[in-house]
């Protein structure tokens, strides 16, 4: 037996773990190391904040506390040591029982919690740990909040009074309920809108506000008052629908946690440990649950930067990060600085607008990448001229080598895509938007999910409303409201009531139709309710009782073959949720799946096209080239946060998020006019370019003033001045305003031409079009693409 002692075992332990984590920078290492009582992870952009959640849990599971432990784990064999020493020299793979003689309290995977934002970022998370731990992996809750909390409820709703079976509303089926109830309490959507009462409601779920309270608070105000009315009756029609909404996920999970003493201890004693990402981004329900959850081991972990707490909008509330080592006492506070994403230009310009925020906890991102190009910021002439700049840059960028998907156009409104997406049409360059309509928005997906729905809980009289006359069954509005009435007087549902339609006067003229549309209903739930069918053998059910697809072919509003493919395709996303779903698979399942899937869930980032998207949405992504159009005061930052402090700082904080989404180079676009919304505007440079150093900056114009010649008459007006800049575009105007450049030359077909991005090819078409010409030219290398010739920049070849 050796003669090693305690503190060589213990050196020894921490040499092993260094080895093992040694990929990390000191930073990082220190938060993988730090495992019990609460931590507060600054991570800053970029600065592997994923990596360090991963390697943590795969700490706290294969070793516990072993390395801040003086725990001995008792005397080494031999060949235990030996082991240790092979692993130290030579990178061996380090025995099991090994492992085990050197953790100390390790952790079991489902004793973890591990909260992101996204489902995206949360499936990242769950296939990292699977990589690093093996199935083990599985076991571990990483999920989005809205996801947990569902979890819970599925488990224990009843205890609140709903069913496991519970569905939850989406945007649209929140919006016809609050309709319904408006209509029911007389509020006139034009005095007080739909939107702005579920606004409210959704801001007072997020603060723990229930209706009776809500009523309290509203005093004597009539708007309020009408809310509060509004909101009571919402939830009780929810409640009855045996539906929630997204924020009554988390709100009634906090409430479930708060009222059953039972339940909290079960999660209390299940989760050793609490961790969660993007803290910056939660709310105050969220906050409450995370407390509740942890309060027994006092194990929370919690990653966020508060220069990226960019939701205000949504209730998110910066406190929460700010305020985090006054709330949980003996907070450890580690700030990752380090970044791995931009170059030095991009991060040094990111913390030079920062750090003109006062409220903030106080970081620099720094990077040991290569300096890199200048920030370079464009002045355009027109929103027009912006986006055509950006085209140019990404046609002159994929004729040198790069991808499309190298590029990514972020901006602060939707609204500022629309130029963007006819520009790009026209030059014949591929894109994505992310938040335009997605699959699940679709009416046929939407009609099949409520189908499935309505199989899953009979009770969800929104989503039966919808299908109840999808396809046509003759049944209307008149009829479905009488079923209501008479399901409201008896307290039971308006299923029950179609299902016995013949024995209520009011509905006989119409019980057959009835009675046929719940038989349908009813054989789908048995075959729902067997065992040995599948959920992809349910939905074709559904088509052939239905006869939804025969129905679509005689719509007389578009081709039907668009909507049939997006059938199949949900048949093709079912098929996926069984495989990857197995024993676990359950139609309430791929239900709450589809109900909380995201705009950037559906982001591919191996499609081959320019990415357009908010700043927003934007978050926690990155790319090689980012563009930021519209940087002008009033379009970023909005003119509504010009003069409001805080709001300035919100801001402020999101143009950091879009300047630290550049990877290698960055584009800062303004406009001297630019019309919007239906009136033209001239902005100053937004306030964030000049938080940006000059030696930081590179400058450009798309024109540059020149002294005019006596007796030149210049515009005196906006319109005037848009006129011009408009000929001047066109490449025939005033040459006092622009360089012009020569005429586009006339194309016709059989001749070959050269792109500078597509190469050669011969034009097959050549069709007048206003003052263009759309050319359809068979590419050699890239097949056929249609451009207009003004904006192909094509030459004879």
Not at 38 to 51: C, D, E, H, N, R
Not at 719 to 742: D, K, N, Q, Y
Request: aromatic share 8%; net charge negative.
């Amino acid at each position: 037996m050796n003669n090693i002692t305690s503190e060589q075992i213990l050196e020894l332990r921490r040499q092993v773990l260094n080895k093992e984590f040694h990929k990390m920078n000191d930073r990082q290492r220190e938060a993988v190391f730090s495992v019990n009582g609460p931590l507060l992870i600054l991570a800053g952009a970029g600065s592997g904040k994923t990596t360090v959640l991963v390697n943590r849990i795969a700490n706290i599971i294969k070793y516990g506390n072993a390395y801040g432990s003086r725990t001995v784990p008792g005397a080494l064999s031999d060949e235990e040591l030996s082991a240790v020493r092979e692993y130290i020299d030579h990178d061996t793979a380090l025995p099991q029982q090994v492992v085990d003689r050197l953790s100390v309290d390790p952790c079991l995977p489902w004793q973890i919690l591990a909260i992101t934002f996204t489902n995206k970022a949360a499936g990242e998370l769950k296939n990292r740990l699977i990589n690093m731990l093996g199935e083990a992996g599985n076991d571990i809750w990483a999920s989005t909040f809205h996801s947990t909390c569902a979890r819970m409820l599925r488990r224990d709703g009843e205890k609140l009074g709903y069913s496991s079976h519970f569905t939850i509303y989406d945007t649209d089926d929140s919006r016809r309920m609050m309709k319904e109830c408006q209509k029911a309490l007389d509020i006139d959507d034009k005095l007080l809108s739909c939107k702005s009462i579920l606004s409210a409601i959704s801001h007072a779920k997020d603060s723990m506000v229930l209706p009776e309270e809500f009523m309290k608070q509203a005093g004597s105000d009539n708007r309020l008052c009408l809310i509060a009315k509004a909101y009571k009756l919402y939830q009780t029609r929810l409640r009855e629908a045996d539906a929630m909404d997204f924020d009554d996920l988390i709100c009634n999970a906090v409430l479930l946690l708060e009222k059953n003493q039972d339940v909290l201890d079960h999660y209390q004693n299940k989760f050793h440990y609490v961790m969660v990402d993007e803290y910056q981004d939660t709310n105050h329900a969220q906050y409450m649950l995370v407390k509740l959850l942890a309060q027994k081991s006092g194990n929370l972990c919690v990653v966020g930067d508060d220069d990226q707490s960019i939701y205000k909008f949504r209730g998110a509330t910066i406190e929460n990060i700010l305020s985090f080592e006054s709330t949980f006492p003996n907070t450890k506070v580690i700030r990752l600085e380090q970044n791995y994403r931009s170059t030095k230009n991009i991060l040094n310009a990111a913390n030079a607008v920062i750090e003109n925020n006062a409220q903030r906890k106080g970081k620099t991102l720094w990077t040991n990448n290569k300096t890199g190009e200048q920030i370079s910021v464009h002045t355009a002439f027109s929103e027009q001229d912006e986006a055509d700049f950006i085209a140019k840059k990404v046609l002159s960028g994929v004729a040198e080598g790069r991808k499309y998907s190298d590029y990514a156009i972020l901006y602060r409104m939707n609204s500022q895509s629309n130029i963007l997406e006819k520009i790009f049409v026209k030059s014949g360059i591929p894109y994505r938007i992310i938040g335009g309509q997605r699959f699940y928005e679709r009416k046929e997906i939407k009609d099949m999910i409520a189908y499935l729905s309505v199989i899953n809980n009979p009770n969800d009289e929104i989503r039966l409303r919808r299908i109840i006359n999808q396809p046509k069954r003759s049944i209307g509005d008149k009829t479905v409201a009488q079923a209501t009435e008479i399901a409201a007087g008896l307290g039971e549902s308006v299923f029950e009531v179609i299902r016995h339609a013949d024995q209520y006067e009011p509905l006989k003229r119409t019980a057959p139709k009835l009675l046929q549309f719940a038989a349908i209903m009813q054989e789908l739930i048995d075959a729902s309710n067997d065992e040995n069918t599948s959920l992809n053998e349910l939905y074709h059910l559904i088509l052939d009782k239905t006869d939804y697809i025969a129905s679509l072919y005689t719509s007389e509003n578009d081709d039907p073959q668009d909507r049939i493919d997006n059938i199949n395709e949900l048949a093709s996303n079912l098929i996926k949720y069984e495989e990857e779903n197995g024993k676990e698979t359950s139609l309430a399942g791929f239900l709450e799946e589809v109900s909380l899937i995201t705009d950037i869930d559906n982001f591919d980032e191996h499609s081959d096209s320019v990415v357009m998207m908010t700043i927003h949405s934007a978050k926690g992504l990155e790319f090689p080239v980012v563009f930021l159009p519209g940087f002008e005061d009033g379009i970023f930052p909005g003119m509504q946060a010009i003069y409001n402090p805080v709001e300035i700082e919100e801001e402020r904080r999101l143009a950091y998020v879009a300047i630290t989404r550049a990877k290698e180079e960055l584009y800062i676009v303004n406009a001297e006019s630019r019309m919007i919304f239906g009136s033209t505007s001239r902005n100053k440079p937004s306030r964030f370019i000049e938080e940006i150093p000059e030696e930081l900056v590179e400058r450009s114009r798309s024109r540059e003033w020149k002294k005019p010649q006596p007796g030149t008459s210049l515009p005196t007006s906006a319109f005037e001045a848009r006129a011009i800049t408009m000929e001047s575009a066109r490449s025939f105007g005033p040459s006092s305003l622009i360089h012009s450049e020569p005429p586009v030359a006339q194309f016709k077909a059989g001749d070959c031409v050269s792109h500078k991005t597509f190469g050669k090819g011969m034009v097959l078409s050549a069709s007048p079009m206003g003052n263009d010409t759309l050319l359809e030219i068979a590419f050699d290398k890239v097949g056929t693409k249609k451009l207009m010739a003004n904006f192909a920049r094509l030459q004879r070849a």
